[in-house]
């Protein structure tokens, strides 16, 4: 079974702090997603990597910023943590053909 | 640009009840369509899945139909069990080597012993 973790389910942090947040995937996969849930806004992607070192921007990068140095690896960095990034932070690792997405448990962030 | 449309929740049903949540799809080309269920407290997971028009995706007792003519994939369950009290999330990913999966807002679901 594909299994994808992520290093905390729960965190609690201060405005302005900086606030790693890691992911790591057994299946080898090529693609790593980052994504935030909002009640009423469903899953929206900030950012994703289809290979090591390489990422692009999703549909709400701003204020994030991700790290990809090893394949299994994929973390996502608040830089300075505002109090509207309180969310739930969803990865994802995932295949082509089709485009099948594993995700993790998530990470509930609360940013006080 | 591509987007999912589901029916807004929340569900509420009695145990052994049928289930339709529907789900309609803008996209360029031929997209392939999948419904994800997250349980309390957990991450999505795949359900079903369909690539092509008029596949029917199955998985759990939950069937969802390709429909290409009415841009549609209604995820469908005869019988719903408490077990089945979860939100339901349809995406789609669009073809032409974009590996980005496009979500529905999710429906709520609560089944009622």
């Known amino acids: 079974d594909v299994k994808v973790t992520q290093s905390s389910r729960y965190l609690v942090k201060r405005t302005g702090e900086k606030v790693f947040l890691e992911c790591v995937q057994d299946m080898d996969h090529e693609n790593m997603f980052w994504y935030r849930q909002d009640p009423g806004l469903g899953l929206r992607l900030i950012y994703f990597s289809y290979d090591v070192k390489m990422k692009e921007k999703g549909d709400i990068p701003e204020g994030y910023s991700v790290s990809r140095e090893k394949k299994e690896r994929f973390s996502l960095i608040l830089e300075s943590a505002s109090t509207n990034q309180t969310s739930m932070y969803l990865c994802?690792?995932?295949?082509?053909?089709?485009?099948?997405?594993?995700f993790g448990p998530g990470t509930r962030l609360t940013v006080l | 640009g591509n987007s999912v449309t589901q029916m807004e929740g929340p569900v509420t049903l009695s145990e052994e009840a049928f289930l339709t949540i529907n789900c309609t799809y803008t996209?360029?080309?031929?997209?392939?369509l999948f419904w994800y269920v997250q349980y309390p407290g957990e991450g999505l997971q795949l359900l079903l899945k369909a690539t092509k028009a008029d596949d029917k995706g199955s998985n759990k007792g939950f069937e969802a139909t390709y429909r290409k003519e009415t841009t549609s994939f209604h995820l469908e369950k005869g019988s719903v069990q408490v077990s089945d009290s979860a939100v339901y999330f349809c995406a789609l990913s669009s073809q032409g080597g974009s590996e980005k999966l496009v979500f529905g807002k999710g429906t709520k679901l609560t089944v009622n012993p």
């Open positions: 994802a690792s995932g295949v082509l053909d089709p485009d099948t997405q594993y």
């Open positions: 996209a360029t080309g031929y997209p392939s």
